[in-house]
């Protein structure tokens, strides 16, 4: 019997320095101390022997139990260590490596003209606010002038909201034009702001998108005239435009909320597309003198306080800088697209200040 054990344990032992990896060694394993391994069976044995005999033997096999389980942890250890060594080598990262090209991003031509808006106003010292896409009817409507069947809603058709605990529905802000409502309960005059942001109108073709971008301005102060809209107004498109001596004409228009309203007029070439060449007239922005019933609605007293405002398109104003032929590019997300017409993040925006006499 006492042979058994030293040829189980030195073929025992052979196996489990031959196991290449941590399955292999698994497999030696349960052959010698599995539910029916080798050494498992000599102490299942020891059951039919007499006191005496198991006693002797019994010590024996446990031996060789406790010494093939250290010798089986053991090799587990050094196979581990191997295994972990060679996955390390495996997975090393070479990080003098030079770093694999990534395709550069670009600003989208929105967000680019809306940095120009903010540089170029922001140098005649206006201030950019925003505000919220789901609008108070009020603001966007009635405060404005344009009472419930007043027929300037149905050129704006909108999508209306209902909202839980309110007895005024919501809309998806038609303009940016509910911004001067916001501006003026929040702050007192002087103001001067622009608001560039999302709006929303029922239409869909090749010039209309349901959703698409406005840039409004404010002006209240002592004093305000139409002479400063005009000038104002004609330095930003010059600026914009980069054409020094673009002409501007002003058209007389009709919004609900300005009194005078003008829609603001440029040179261009109709034939050509050229802008500042030609003798035809691009429209491109609405504008006036905010009308007393709107300044008196947010508390400002019109007989001190006077001012003007003006709304512009901007995928309409990017379209015509950039000669982009169709609205619905601009919300495709094609790839060629948005590199060909996007601008780098690193390109300052250039900021003429105008060259108005
Ligand atoms: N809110 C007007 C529109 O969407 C534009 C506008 C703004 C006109 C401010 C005058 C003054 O058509």
């Given at each position: 019997m006492s042979n058994d054990i030293t040829a189980i344990d030195r073929h025992a032992r052979a196996a489990i320095d031959a196991a290449a990896n941590p399955a292999a060694l698994e497999t030696v394993r349960v052959a010698l101390l599995?539910?029916?391994?080798e050494v498992t069976a000599l102490l299942k044995s020891l059951g039919g022997m007499d006191a005496e005999a198991r006693k002797a033997f019994g010590a024996a096999v446990n031996a060789l139990k406790t010494g093939l389980t250290d010798a089986i942890e053991q090799r587990r250890r050094i196979l581990d260590a191997a295994a972990l060594d060679a996955r390390l080598q495996a997975e090393r990262i070479d990080i003098t490596l030079p770093a694999r090209p990534t395709p550069p991003g670009s600003i989208h031509p929105i967000s680019r003209t809306i940095e120009e808006l903010t540089a170029l106003f922001g140098a005649m010292g206006f201030g950019v606010q925003d505000g919220p896409d789901i609008e108070d009817d009020w603001y966007n409507f009635g405060a404005l002038n344009?009472?419930?069947?007043?027929p300037a809603r149905a050129m704006m058709d909108t999508f209306y909201l209902k909202a839980a605990g309110r007895n005024r529905p919501m809309v998806?802000?038609?303009?940016?034009?509910?911004l001067q409502i916001r501006t003026m309960l929040s702050r007192k005059p002087p103001i001067r702001v622009i608001v560039p942001g999302r709006t929303y109108r029922s239409d869909h073709d090749a010039t209309h998108s349901p959703m698409f971008h406005q840039c409004e301005g404010l002006v209240i102060d002592r004093g305000i005239t139409l002479a400063h809209l005009k000038g104002c107004l004609v330095d930003f498109l010059r600026a914009y435009f980069e054409i020094p001596d673009l002409k501007a004409r002003f058209r007389a228009s009709y919004f609900p909320?300005?009194?005078?309203s003008m829609e603001i007029d440029i040179a261009w070439d109709?034939?050509?597309?050229?802008?500042?060449?030609?003798?035809d007239w691009l429209e491109i922005l609405g504008s006036g003198m905010v009308h007393p019933n709107v300044l008196a609605n947010c508390g400002i007293d019109p007989r001190e306080y006077q001012g003007f405002a003006f709304g512009m398109g901007v995928e309409r104003i990017t379209m015509l800088k950039h000669g982009?032929?169709?609205?619905r590019s601009f919300y495709d997300s094609d790839i060629r697209w948005l590199s060909h017409y996007g601008t780098s993040p690193l390109a300052p925006v250039t900021l003429h200040e105008g060259n108005a006499p």
């Open positions: 599995g539910k029916s391994g344009i009472p419930p069947h007043h998806l802000r038609t303009h940016t034009s509910p909320f300005t009194e005078p109709r034939k050509t597309g050229t802008i500042g060449a030609g003798s982009i032929p169709d609205l």
